[in-house]
């Protein structure tokens, strides 16, 4: 992380009560790129940077979405309440030189800490948590809560038996809010805008008073770019909603301090991995370049962030055409007096024919590692050809370079079989392996002369098999759910590994590792140098992972595709059903 301008966040706003005001983003500049005017959290950013109480980072951004920690949580705090931090003694067994123990010891008794005498200072803040030590430091009887204000949420039974009366009086006083799909997420982190805004929530709604909803839709905020290329948006981070104006009336108590006999509230400890959607897309092709993730939708090539999902048109195929001159052999008249011409051939003449290809059909992008270039395969569908009805159902097949947009192979009219012709793999500099349906083999031909070298003979194939190499070694995955090996002096391929599994798996490469997802939601690498078989802490195990975007993590045939492994902790795979590239990542 870089380094803050100055301390992680400087605090200093009194807790006391005070009235409400109205905030407008007209009345504060734009300071940090990643926080426009439209930002959801715009006006309560701007308002505590404008009391100096929130600095950005040195490339002039803010980070809204980074997440909080515990630690920075407890700082937040203290500064903001301004209390003593003179307390260096060691409370919590985990708290022993850690920098942020004396903040820790200030705000103990607010804080929820855990049954083990452990504070777990550099885990994520999560919702529920900051909720009561907000609730807690504000002085609020939570003696006779109203549980009502936690019925309007779909996962009520999610939070924590002991925290639902402190939730219930934070929503009943406004502090905090659900999300817009009707639920809490309580064990969901807490990010650095949805900290500005509990924090600055809490200042003002002290007396129950209660302000004008500012923009409550959570908007994109990526980096702007020199490019004139259409930017995809990014995919919105769900924030809490803004309460609407009114709420229970009567006075409440002032920022009182609960007794310091209170008892340490435990909290559940958040999943260590997390699912969210990356990006919501229909695709059935794509390809990683070791920087950006390309996909095909509809007529365009687009390019990927891997770690944002932010996208951007590659190419736009819908306005290719490709332009043929041919030679037409086409019989001159001649009249009776000169019949007596030889039918040798001498009565034909040539003539130049120019055809032309349009309706381009992207149907798949494949990576080429040696040339590092981006190819698209597709089809023209029209044919136009002078003095002739257009072909409307034609299939010539054409690959391009989507760097340069120059015709990388030109393949024809379709003649194997009545899948479409596909690019496995790239196999040196001037090698490629293209798919051979009908005779259950593929083909490998030189790029340059477009020859063919030889044929190399699949076995239990599925015409789905997933092709790659490894310095000479080629390998392929496939229908029988072994990982095979090509012996290219004996021209077959031998198994090399069982996955020893009865269902589909997910499989993807980074380098020498193959990486491979079972129906148990547990991942392994393999590496194909050494053999070494492990299995990786990371899973989609309900035990372990936390689902954010809501949707089940189902791998089966039909639903999912092969995997990008970014590392050990951030796996991208594309799920079918959900129609989205998600991410199973470290929380």
């Known amino acids: 992380m870089k380094k803050l301008v100055s301390m992680f966040l400087v605090l200093a706003m009194c807790m006391s009560l005070t009235p409400a005001f109205a905030i407008d983003a007209d009345d504060y500049p734009q300071r940090f790129w990643d926080v426009p005017r439209d930002y959801w959290a715009f006006e309560y950013i701007a308002e505590l940077v404008d009391r100096g109480v929130l600095n950005g980072y040195e490339d002039g951004s803010f980070k809204p979405d980074d997440t909080v920690l515990r630690c920075e949580w407890a700082k937040m705090m203290v500064l903001v309440a301004g209390l003593t931090t003179g307390d260096e003694a060691v409370y919590f067994s985990d708290m022993s030189g850690h920098w942020a123990n004396a903040y820790v010891n200030a705000a103990k008794d607010y804080l929820s800490a855990y049954a083990d005498n452990t504070y777990k200072p550099d885990q994520a803040a999560v919702r529920e948590d900051v909720t009561v030590s907000m609730v807690k430091l504000k002085g609020y009887d939570v003696s006779e809560a109203d549980y009502s204000y936690l019925s309007q949420f779909s996962d009520m039974s999610s939070i924590s038996n002991s925290l639902r009366p402190y939730i219930a009086v934070a929503v009943e006083k406004g502090l905090i809010e659900g999300f817009e799909d009707g639920t809490f997420r309580g064990q969901d982190t807490l990010t650095r805008a949805e900290a500005a805004t509990l924090l600055w929530r809490a200042s003002q709604y002290g007396s129950d008073n209660k302000v004008a909803d500012a923009n409550t839709q959570p908007l994109s905020t990526a980096q702007p770019t020199a490019s004139a290329d259409p930017v995809a948006t990014l995919r919105p981070t769900l924030s809490p909603t803004l309460r609407p104006s009114g709420g229970s009336s009567g006075t409440t108590a002032s920022a009182a301090t609960p007794s310091p006999t209170t008892a340490p509230v435990e909290i559940a400890t958040p999943k260590p991995y997390i699912v969210d959607t990356l990006k919501s897309v229909e695709t059935d092709s794509f390809a990683y370049d070791g920087g950006s993730i390309y996909y095909v939708d509809g007529s365009r090539i687009y390019s990927m962030d891997p770690q944002t999902g932010d996208a951007r048109v590659a190419l736009d195929a819908s306005d290719l055409t490709l332009t043929k001159d041919t030679v037409d052999m086409a019989e001159e008249y001649v009249s009776e007096e000169d019949s007596d011409i030889s039918e040798s051939g001498e009565n034909e003449q040539e003539t130049i024919v120019s055809e032309e290809y349009s309706n381009y059909v992207p149907t798949q992008v494949v990576y080429d590692q040696y040339n590092d270039r981006v190819v698209m395969n597709g089809y023209y569908q029209r044919h136009e050809k002078p003095f002739a009805a257009p072909d409307d159902d034609c299939e010539y097949y054409v690959a391009y370079d989507i760097g340069t947009g120059e015709v990388f192979w030109e393949f024809g009219n379709k003649y194997y079989h009545e899948d479409p012709l596909s690019i496995k793999c790239f196999i040196s500099r001037d090698k490629v392996i293209v798919s ?107 035990e372990k992972c936390e689902v954010l975007d809501m949707t089940t993590v189902a791998l089966t045939y039909y639903n999912s595709s092969n995997l990008i492994p970014i590392s050990d902790d951030y796996i991208i795979f594309y799920d079918k059903s959900a129609k989205a590239f998600r991410v199973l990542s470290a929380r």
């Open 436 to 542: 051979n349906y009908v005779h259950s083999y593929e083909q490998i031909f030189n790029i340059d002369t477009k020859e063919l070298i030889s044929s190399i003979r699949r076995k239990y194939s599925n015409g789905n098999d997933m092709y790659w190499n490894v310095g000479n070694e080629l390998y392929v995955y496939g229908y029988s759910d072994e990982l095979y090996k090509y012996d290219f002096s004996a021209s077959e391929f031998v198994s090399i590994f069982d996955f020893q599994t009865s269902s589909y798996i997910d499989i993807g490469i980074n380098g020498d590792d193959v990486y491979y997802w079972n129906i148990n939601h547990t991942v392994h690498k393999i590496n194909l140098t050494t053999g070494q078989v492990s299995e990786l802490d990371i899973s989609a195990d309900s």
